[in-house]
Structures are given as structure tokens and as C-alpha cells.
């Protein structure tokens, strides 16, 4: 569950840029930004990758489970 709410914030995060860079403010607003996206793309692959490992682990418990009753 963890996991998935961590795809939900970094999908809710992912900010869609349209900008002007005329300062120096822009830019760093600009950069800063970025690295916001950059984080939430991690986060969100990061919970793909933890959902999938419960996934695995969860299906293997169950073989290991079943071949111990049978």
C-alpha cells in the first residue's frame, strides 16, 4: 500500500513546465522545478519497482506455502 501512495504523490508532484527564462530568477525557479520532477519521476519508479517486489515475494510465499501442504 506504501508503495502505491508513493506513485500517487510523485504523479500528484510532477509539475508540467511552460516557462520564459528572462532573469536570473527564472532560471533558478526553472532549476528548481526540474529537480522536483526529476525527484517525483525516481519516487514513482521507485514504487512501481517496491509493488512489483511485494508482487514476487508474495507469489513465492505462496509456492513455498503450497509445496509444504502438498
Known sequence: MMFLRNIE???DGYLVMSHLNINKGDAKLI???SNK???SFI???G???GTVFIGVV???TYDL???LIV
Open 43 to 45: 519516487k514513482a519508479f
Open 58 to 60: 508474495t507469489r513465492f
Open 31 to 33: 532549476k528548481d522545478y
Open 37 to 39: 520532477n526529476k525527484k
Open 9 to 11: 504523490m510523485a504523479i
Open 47 to 49: 514504487g512501481v519497482a
Open 65 to 67: 506455502i503450497n509445496w
